[in-house]
């Protein structure tokens, strides 16, 4: 039966977890995902796809309200006001219509820059193919989206070098100082590196942390045997293994 089935793999990835597997916790999560999964009714499945779907219409609103175009009355209860009024009338939203039917006439709705010239609608509104683009504008949401990926991955956690078995692999890697041992690409302010190189100071190579140089300028040091490197990983990589 799938349900015992996938109860023994709980099981075993909980004693696996207690016994010190620190690969066991992500494998563990997708197990008690799979569990529910099987232990659910198609009524109750059905269930939660509609909760969702109300949950995400509470967001919606949720910033609605925020931006003061609707009045929350109640417990995940929404009134219109006289914003709201305001934003459905002919003119106001006659001034929408114009920036899509002008976007939607124009490149039209291409998701991908796939081909060279598409526009999606994300240059088209910020001028910039990608997020990266639109935060080197913005010195303040750059150094937030900074903080925000240095800090995914804190100390305390196992660290990407003790899940995946790099000391071995590198083993029989290419045992020159000025060859490149490793590239970090929008490695941020370095933490990932920083830590290796803390770890294993003795693995012979050089370590090339690659960010957009807003990122980078804002590094007081990097330790001894990392260098920074700008850029854009939507460009061909500069570095080339031997």
């Given at each position: 039966?799938?349900?015992?089935?996938?109860?023994?793999?709980?099981?075993?990835?909980?004693?696996?977890?207690?016994?010190?597997?620190?690969?066991?916790?992500?494998?563990?999560?997708?197990?008690?995902?799979?569990?529910?999964?099987?232990?659910?009714?198609?009524?109750?499945?059905?269930?939660?796809?509609?909760?969702?779907?109300?949950?995400?219409?509470?967001?919606?609103?949720?910033?609605?309200?925020?931006?003061?175009?609707?009045?929350?009355?109640?417990?995940?209860?929404?009134?219109?006001?006289?914003?709201?009024?305001?934003?459905?009338?002919?003119?106001?939203?006659?001034?929408?219509?114009?920036?899509?039917?002008?976007?939607?006439?124009?490149?039209?709705?291409?998701?991908?820059?796939?081909?060279?010239?598409?526009?999606?609608?994300?240059?088209?509104?910020?001028?910039?193919?990608?997020?990266?683009?639109?935060?080197?504008?913005?010195?303040?949401?750059?150094?937030?989206f900074d903080d925000y990926m240095a800090s995914r991955r804190v100390a305390n956690l196992p660290q990407w070098f003790e899940i995946y078995p790099a000391v071995e692999?590198?083993?029989?890697?290419?045992?020159?100082?000025?060859?490149?041992?490793?590239?970090?690409?929008?490695?941020?302010?370095?933490?990932?590196?920083?830590?290796?190189?803390?770890?294993?100071?003795?693995?012979?190579?050089?370590?090339?942390?690659?960010?957009?140089?807003?990122?980078?300028?804002?590094?007081?040091?990097?330790?001894?045997?990392?260098?920074?490197?700008?850029?854009?990983?939507?460009?061909?990589?500069?570095?080339?293994?031997?």
């Open positions: 039966m799938a349900v015992s089935r996938e109860l023994a793999e709980v099981q075993r990835l909980v004693a696996a977890e207690a016994a010190g597997d620190k690969n066991a916790h992500g494998e563990l999560l997708r197990a008690i995902r799979q569990l529910q999964l099987a232990v659910e009714t198609p009524v109750e499945t059905t269930s939660r796809f509609n909760f969702q779907t109300y949950t995400c219409s509470v967001r919606v609103m949720r910033v609605l309200t925020a931006i003061g175009l609707c009045d929350e009355v109640g417990n995940e209860t929404y009134a219109a006001n006289e914003k709201t009024h305001f934003k459905i009338l002919p003119g106001s939203i006659a001034a929408e219509k114009h920036q899509l039917v002008e976007y939607m006439r124009g490149p039209g709705i291409q998701q991908f820059v796939d081909e060279p010239g598409a526009i999606t609608l994300f240059k088209y509104a910020h001028g910039t193919d990608v997020i990266f683009g639109l935060l080197e504008k913005n010195p303040e949401q750059k150094q937030a692999k590198f083993s029989d890697a290419h045992q020159d100082p000025n060859a490149t041992l490793m590239v970090d690409v929008g490695g941020g302010p370095g933490q990932e590196l920083i830590r290796f190189k803390e770890r294993h100071p003795d693995i012979p190579g050089r370590l090339v942390l690659q960010d957009l140089p807003l990122t980078l300028q804002r590094i007081e040091k990097l330790p001894d045997g990392i260098e920074p490197m700008e850029y854009d990983f939507f460009t061909p990589q500069p570095v080339k293994g031997m």
